[in-house]
């Protein structure tokens, strides 16, 4: 069964350092997003990104975050400047843009920021 | 704006056993998709079903199906004959269908289930 996948599955970087969060999303899908979810907190939504544009961004999403299709196949979320509070695992998940849209999550990247 | 509220932090349930868990939404898009996602304790999230704000029917996947109720704005999960490995975090999640095909979906902030023997 396809999935989606990530790299790396954990990161430990410095406080003021550039992070590039990877990701395969699942080969027929045309959306991908970006989610976060602080520990013990509730998942957040970072971008939406379709036809190689950004849909949709919330508030978090400030010009620190940026994303990226290199190529045909991943997807990638780069933080410039990586704070303190960017500790959280980071969840990329794709869709297929059908109605019935199910959204289907990778294992995600746990990101700490020392 | 949309907002999804889970009102149970924790529930226990004993193996075998049924369990329902509680999920309420509001939204003014009278077309909108409800889901529900499991997270176990190794992080991942696993899509477990979907109901349609205008299925006619409850949603069901095997042992889950989903107690929707449109005019109280909610969709419970129940999960039958539950088994040691459903002890898991559950969010309820919502997309609005309105807003285009590339449509956040918003959380809720989980319910922890702890399946006992």
């Known amino acids: 069964e396809p999935e989606v996948t990530q790299t790396p599955s954990h990161q430990v970087t410095q406080m003021g350092q550039e992070v590039i969060l990877r990701c395969v999303p699942i080969s027929n899908h045309l959306y991908f997003y970006w989610y976060r979810q602080i520990l013990g907190q509730k998942v957040e939504f970072l971008v939406s990104f379709y036809n190689n544009e950004i849909s949709e961004k919330s508030e978090i999403f400030d010009d620190q975050f940026s994303v990226e299709r290199p190529d045909g196949s991943n997807f990638t979320l780069k933080i410039r400047s990586t704070k303190l509070e960017d500790s959280a695992m980071y969840f990329c998940?794709?869709?297929?843009?059908?109605?019935?849209?199910?959204?289907?999550f990778g294992p995600g990247t746990r990101l700490l920021v020392l | 704006a949309q907002k999804i509220t889970q009102t149970q932090p924790g529930m226990f349930v004993q193996e075998k056993e049924a369990v329902t868990l509680d999920c309420t939404y509001d939204t003014s898009d009278p077309s909108y998709g409800l889901f529900w996602y499991k997270q176990p304790s190794s992080g991942e999230m696993i899509f477990l079903i979907y109901q349609g704000s205008y299925d006619q029917q409850n949603a069901t996947e095997g042992r889950y199906s989903l107690n929707f109720q449109k005019a109280r704005k909610s969709a419970n999960l129940v999960i039958s004959a539950s088994q040691l490995g459903d002890s898991a975090m559950y969010f309820c999640?919502?997309?609005?269908?309105?807003?285009?095909?590339?449509?956040?979906?918003?959380f809720g902030t989980g319910t922890r289930l702890q399946v006992t023997l």
């Open positions: 998940a794709s869709s297929s843009g059908l109605v019935r849209d199910t959204q289907y």
């Open positions: 999640a919502m997309r609005e269908l309105n807003t285009g095909t590339a449509s956040k979906l918003t």
